[in-house]
């Protein structure tokens, strides 16, 4: 199986790789069809848990590596990081003050939560094709067994983060079907951006930790406003600050182990 794997084109191990991604956080979104009636509690600590996972994978994931490609690449790491950083933050907030006078709370928070997943997905997409077009590209310390790690570590991430998408939607009173359905949508965009980052390697590769970084403030942004606002209103707010902490610890040691 990996002698077939790697006499594959590249652009076609980026895309089978990136399509493992995908079917993770499916698989992640899936869960909403175990339950029949989920209560408050069990929904405000997936809340207190989907803060705690995004806010590790802003850093883990994405400003970290963001960081190193900068480096990498000779580049000033703060300046970068900040700027992508904080437009991403920005676009969020302006995002909010137009979802706020158009939609109601109910659909803005909907609309913030999958796009913020979203937005998180396409560098890791892109980070997965740019590991493979630099195998084929020969660019020092890129291996296939690397690449084909990469994968395997954002995919496993992937799997809190469907369900992070579809279990609050499932809250808001969505069907389990919709649910299910728009929590695997947030990652459609990885096979696509993992075929673009393996065509375009040596020009995208210079962008990677603009859009790391970017990526990262988004989901900060949405962890601050609406994660855990949401969670702390449970009456029992200190246990929920603990599913908090379990989010972070689990996608840290993902990210760590496999990173």
């Known amino acids: 199986m990996y002698n077939w794997f790697i006499n594959l084109n590249y652009v076609y191990q980026a895309l089978l790789a990136t399509l493992f991604t995908y079917f993770l956080t499916a698989l992640g979104a899936g869960i909403v069809f175990f339950f029949k009636n989920i209560s408050k509690n069990v929904m405000d600590a997936m809340l207190g848990f989907a803060a705690g996972v995004m806010t590790a994978a802003s850093f883990f994931s994405l400003l970290s590596p963001a960081i190193e490609h900068c480096e990498a690449l000779n580049l000033t790491p703060w300046l970068i990081v900040f700027i992508g950083f904080f437009s991403g933050g920005l676009l969020l907030f302006l995002s909010d003050k137009i979802f706020n006078k158009l939609l109601s709370r109910k659909n803005k928070r909907i609309l913030m939560l999958i796009s913020s997943i979203t937005i998180h ?10 590991a493979f077009g630099s195998v084929y590209y020969g660019l020092t310390g890129a291996t296939t067994l690397s690449a084909l790690m990469l994968a395997l570590g954002i995919g496993l991430q992937n799997f809190p983060e469907g369900s992070a998408v579809s279990i609050p939607l499932r809250r808001e009173g969505m069907s389990r079907t919709k649910s299910f359905f728009y929590g695997q949508l947030s990652a459609i965009v990885e096979p696509i951006a993992g075929v673009i980052g393996a065509i375009l390697v040596l020009k995208v590769r210079i962008l990677l930790p603009f859009f790391l970084s970017f990526a990262a403030g988004a989901m900060i942004y949405v962890v601050v406003s609406e994660l855990i ?31």
Do not use: H, R, Y
Request: a negative charge; glycine letters at 10%.
């Open 229 to 259: 606002p949401e969670s702390q209103s449970n009456k029992k707010k200190e246990v929920m600050a603990i599913f908090t902490i379990i989010g972070f610890s689990i996608m840290m040691i993902l990210d760590v182990a496999l990173g």
């Open 121 to 130: 997905n396409i560098p890791e997409g892109l980070a997965v094709g740019i």
